[in-house]
């Protein structure tokens, strides 16, 4: 039976091809939406998604989904729990995007400086504003704080240094690279920095850091982006902070961002000068998308293939194991088994089984962590199996 594979948003086309050259059944319909999913994805073995919301309702009413595929880099998007409740792989596309986010950033950083949007409108309204206009005070030398210096952070702060600027860098594991330097605490360095761009996954943690007493922190004026996640900014705050201290803001995610990829909009921030808006366009250039969509078809044909799964993001990060069994048998049926069987009989848990083949195919070693101890009867029996070379067993 063909694997089918749902498409639930723009992917190219040529990307399309490759998975049905695979002989897969390829559904693709790039205008579903969250509340269209439950029913499009009931009888689907994959499904792909950008921004498309997959909620519980999606993962509970599927029939055989076993792989939900995010075409990017954050997993927001997909209801992880209810995944995990079905043994529902989860995986990404980390990394793939980065110099398109990259760019936009970038991009913001010129146009606020330079005010670019307000001279296009005002030119096209039939004003002239030389004098205005002119006041821009230019990014070489500035200070920059890139928070969150994952793969699109490193991409701005390449991209930064060819401006001459003075870059601070922020994230989870210490800062190493030419021409950034780390910092550790916010009112430190936000007081100081004239630009401050965001790149962050939205966690628990994330959720409105940037909150008023962030915004406290940055100096009148600074130029602050947000091209992550809508949920790390406290919406509110920052329309505050730029009635109060002339911030100067770019956003491409905001708060009650249309589900659609096209139609009317409306959001409190359109009445809010000095905020500049883009449509959820980081990533959509052709090259990211290119790059996101071959990502994309190499998780699933090696799914397909040999049943590991790229990128897995939802594997237990650490389970209850506390002992290794390792075990050298001969590659036989029912080996195994027996092994498995004097385990389960003590009533022990395997939490991983990783059984490997010696070239040749005659011996294989099997690796498993147990969640309690195996007893020395149970090790005895173990030893007496005539199929078992030798075994090790350690606390871990």
Request: aromatic share 6%; net charge negative; with cysteine.
């Amino acid at each position: 039976m063909k694997m089918k594979v749902l498409i639930a948003d723009k992917f190219p086309e040529l990307y399309i091809q490759r998975l049905k050259d695979a002989e897969i059944d390829v559904i693709y319909n790039p205008k579903l939406g969250e509340n269209d999913l439950p029913e499009a994805a009931k009888e689907v073995d994959c499904l792909v998604v950008r921004s498309t919301v997959v909620n519980a309702k999606t993962i509970e009413e599927s029939k055989q989904l076993n792989l939900i595929v995010r075409a990017g880099a954050g997993v927001n998007n997909i209801d992880i729990p209810a995944a995990n409740k079905k043994g529902i792989y989860v995986s990404n596309c980390p990394g793939k995007n980065s110099i398109a986010v990259a760019e936009l950033a970038i991009g913001f950083m010129l146009a606020l400086d330079r005010r670019i949007p307000h001279n296009v409108a005002d030119f096209k309204a039939g004003k002239w504003n030389k004098g205005e206009y002119s006041k821009a005070e230019g990014l070489f030398g500035k200070t920059l704080a890139i928070v969150g210096y994952g793969a699109i952070g490193k991409e701005v702060a390449k991209r930064a240094q060819a401006l001459g600027m003075n870059i601070y860098a922020k994230d989870i594991t210490r800062i190493e690279g030419y021409g950034v330097k780390d910092f550790s605490e916010f009112d430190k360095i936000l007081p100081i920095a004239d630009v401050i761009t965001v790149h962050l996954p939205q966690t628990p943690e994330t959720k409105n850091l940037f909150n008023e007493k962030m915004f406290g922190y940055m100096k009148k004026g600074a130029i602050f982006i947000n091209t992550s996640r809508a949920g790390v900014v406290d919406e509110d705050a920052l329309i505050k902070a730029v009635k109060e201290k002339g911030l100067k803001v770019g956003l491409d995610v905001f708060k009650g961002e249309p589900e659609d990829k096209s139609g009317p909009v409306s959001s409190i921030l359109q009445e809010v000068d000095n905020v500049y808006v883009t449509h959820h366009i980081g990533a959509s250039t052709e090259q990211a998308q290119n790059a996101v969509a071959e990502e994309t078809v190499n998780i699933i044909l090696q799914y397909i293939n040999s049943g590991v799964i790229a990128h897995w993001v939802n594997r237990a990060k650490a389970t209850d194991a506390h002992y290794q069994l390792v075990v050298k048998h001969y590659d036989k049926p029912g080996v195994l088994a027996s092994i498995m069987d004097v385990l389960r009989e003590g009533d022990i848990n395997l939490e991983e089984v990783e059984n490997i083949i010696f070239d040749g195919g005659l011996v294989a070693c099997c690796s498993m962590k147990l969640r309690s101890p195996a007893t020395g009867e149970m090790l005895e029996a173990i030893r007496n199996n005539p199929n078992v070379l030798s075994y090790s067993h350690v606390s871990i």
